[in-house]
């Protein structure tokens, strides 16, 4: 009964200052706020490259030119490639049996065209082989067979949005497409993976090294017969590789290792951020301690007055503190709402999704820091000397 | 016009000293009061004499270096501070010269806050408040924010606030000092009115024409009492 009188007390004064209220609630409002929305896109982005790993289909084991440290510059591990089409052989020779496939892999950015319009795609030199290894089912026309392979025939296969940028709602069977200023002959399309393989353009491997004038292979894609092998098909790929490279010169990937470096750097990251979006959240609470120690100077005669009339010292620490809590509670409200809506603009552009424990999270934390900094102001109001606080002018 | 032998308020041997840079400021030097059910009655004296500290400490809104206060036959100045809250809020009502009403509140409001303290259940609240509205003469004002009303209606409401929980003693500092004297003599008889329905009324003042017309007064000077006057 009492609580809720004293409660209302606290709303109606935080009323009657509204203007102050609304700025003193604005950093818990941008920290929750930048809490809830950098979170969400942090973790969309875990999620999307996830998926982009599932999209490539299991099993994959990949040499990548240098040494995969994560670390320094990524183009410099291209520069020094040294893996070509005959360690292809080399593994295939030493360790055969292990695998489904070991295909070579050569992939470089260009401009496609067709008629009058221009597409930035990604052009995917393949094995004729590994239309299964990277799980890409045909929406129209054909693959590439062995022998167009062999002959570097200048035929394609385009992704869903090649498809729409350059040609609409027509059929881009038969058409010809230029890609780097070489005709290309579209053989067929391929069906929505999503993620980014859907701007690809898959072309014999043999016709990407023609084309860009490449010498060596980007990498070496091996797709393992069993799961249970993958450890030990590393390990024959590397030796057999070591025969005529030196360790730095490659590094064999696991999908599995991959995804788990990359999942944890963003892991680390959306953390980061996420504590730094926290930060302005402890802003906040210094500013809703501020101005409660105004609010408590300001109304010392009140303080005395109550006292007074018979409020106890906790009555008046009750009173302040809820003040406090109510101005974080709402900020973090608002908070929680405009993140919302920063994450669902965000999401026209990106991958977000919103944890649950975040919003827990950031609604708990404001929640919070409104308790932690109000205890002060209020234990300052509650402890004032009743006939002070009447004298003070 | 004290109608029990024993007193029901007693201030004994009250010593209250300040430490002033350093200087130690004796304001009450062994004082002793009595104050008795029914009475009306004025403790007067110049500014810092000592009259304000003495009605604090008998309000048990401060507390003495050394003396007792001793309310009902126990002693309350050395309780435990939510005891001492629940006394002030049961037992004593205060009447201040500058009003101390909640700006934003109304009258009624206002009336009512005393009863937020204390263990009234909440659906006679309105009800109380506006009894004591009436009793002061300003039923008519209950709505009306306390600046919306002139200084004499702001002590009503005062005077009003001070009676809503039926408290044992009015303690009324300087009640008239902002005042012009008509309507300081106005506030005057409203207390008189409240004595002769059996209200215990302490005033305190500098006006000694004022204290003249209370039953019995007693003068302060310097921290000691320097005269005690039954009428």
Do not use: C
């Amino acid at each position: 009964m009492k609580i809720i009188d004293i409660s209302r007390t606290s709303i109606r004064s935080l009323n009657a200052n509204r203007g102050r209220s609304v700025l003193t609630i604005l950093g818990v409002v941008i920290g929750v706020f930048s809490v809830v929305t950098l979170v969400s896109i942090g973790r969309g982005m875990q999620n999307y490259i996830e998926d982009q790993f599932n999209a490539l289909g299991s099993n994959l084991l990949f040499v990548a030119p240098g040494k995969a440290d994560f670390g320094g510059d990524p183009s410099a591990s291209q520069t020094r490639n040294k893996l070509e089409e005959k360690h292809v052989d080399l593994i295939k020779n030493s360790a055969g049996d292990m695998f489904v496939t070991v295909s070579p892999y050569v992939v470089a950015g260009a401009n496609v065209k067709y008629k009058t319009k221009t597409y930035f795609a990604n052009i995917q030199g393949i094995d004729s082989k590994d239309q299964k290894t990277y799980n890409y089912e045909l929406q129209q026309g054909r693959f590439f067979t062995k022998a167009e392979q062999n002959t570097s025939a200048k035929i394609a296969i385009i992704g869903p949005l090649v498809v729409d940028e350059l040609f609409g709602t027509r059929s881009p069977l038969d058409s010809r497409i230029k890609v780097n200023d070489e005709t290309y002959l579209v053989i067929g399309t391929f069906k929505e993976k999503g993620s980014n393989f859907d701007d690809g353009v898959i072309v014999p491997y043999t016709t990407a090294k023609e084309t860009f004038d490449i010498q060596y292979v980007s990498s070496i894609v091996a797709k393992v017969k069993n799961q249970e092998d993958v450890e030990l098909a590393t390990r024959e790929i590397k030796i057999a590789l070591l025969n005529d490279l030196k360790e730095d010169d490659f590094s064999v990937l696991s999908q599995t290792d991959i995804l788990s470096t990359i999942q944890s750097i963003l892991q680390i990251l959306t953390i980061g951020i996420g504590s730094i979006a926290g930060i302005s959240l402890l802003v906040g609470g210094i500013g809703i301690m501020n101005i409660m120690l105004v609010s408590v100077t300001e109304r010392t005669r009140e303080i005395g007055l109550r006292k007074a009339l018979g409020a106890t010292q906790f009555d008046i620490a009750y009173q302040f503190l809820i003040e406090s809590v109510f101005l974080s509670i709402g900020g973090g409200f608002i908070g929680l709402i405009l993140g919302w809506l920063g994450t669902f603009i965000s999401a026209q552009f990106l991958r977000t999704e919103i944890p649950f424990w975040a919003i827990l999270l950031a609604f708990g934390f404001s929640v919070f820091v409104g308790v932690v900094f109000g205890t002060y102001p209020a234990l300052k109001a509650a402890k004032k000397d009743p006939v002070e606080a009447l004298r003070y002018e | 016009m004290s109608d029990n032998s024993t007193p029901f308020l007693k201030a004994d041997s009250i010593v209250k000293e300040y430490r002033i840079d350093g200087t130690e400021i004796r304001a009450l030097d062994n004082v002793s009061i009595e104050v008795y059910k029914g009475e009306l009655m004025s403790i007067v004296g110049k500014s810092g004499s000592g009259k304000s500290t003495l009605m604090h400490i008998l309000g048990l809104l401060d507390t003495p270096s050394s003396g007792k206060v001793i309310l009902n036959g126990d002693e309350v100045s050395r309780l435990k501070e939510r005891y001492i809250a629940k006394v002030r809020n049961n037992e004593i009502g205060f009447v201040f010269q500058s009003f101390h009403l909640l700006q934003r509140a109304t009258a009624l409001e206002n009336v009512m806050l005393p009863l937020m303290y204390s263990s009234v259940p909440k659906h006679l609240w309105i009800k109380m408040a506006k009894e004591k509205l009436d009793l002061v003469g300003l039923s008519d004002r209950m709505d009306n924010k306390s600046n919306e009303l002139s200084g004499g209606q702001k002590q009503r409401v005062a005077i009003a606030r001070a009676l809503v929980n039926d408290p044992s003693i009015i303690l009324a500092d300087e009640p008239t000092g902002n005042l012009d004297s008509k309507t300081g003599e106005s506030i005057f008889e409203l207390f008189t009115t409240l004595n002769k329905q059996g209200k215990t009324i302490v005033l305190v003042t500098h006006d000694e024409e004022l204290s003249q017309k209370t039953n019995r007064q007693i003068a302060l000077k310097d921290g000691k009492i320097v005269q005690y006057l039954n009428i």
